[in-house]
């Protein structure tokens, strides 16, 4: 195991990616009062969850 936990590869792609989706579509929320923009900040979520998911599982050894 890794003395230091932090997320990385594919994993803290997703992340960074999700965060940065998530923080366009919101700021584009506020500008332009579209609320289509609000599926893209559940977009954003759900990539960020997949990533968190992924580093979990690379902490605990794989698929169970």
Do not use: C, D, K
């Not at 940065?20 to 289509?36: D, I, N, S």
């Amino acid at each position: 195991m890794s003395a230091n936990p932090s997320p990385s590869g594919l994993a803290l792609l997703l992340i960074m990616l999700g965060s940065l989706t998530m923080f366009a579509a919101t700021t584009a929320v506020f500008v332009t009062h579209e609320p289509a923009w609000r599926y893209a900040i559940v977009v954003g979520a759900l990539v960020q969850f997949i990533g968190w998911v992924r580093h979990g599982r690379q902490l605990r050894g794989g698929r169970r």
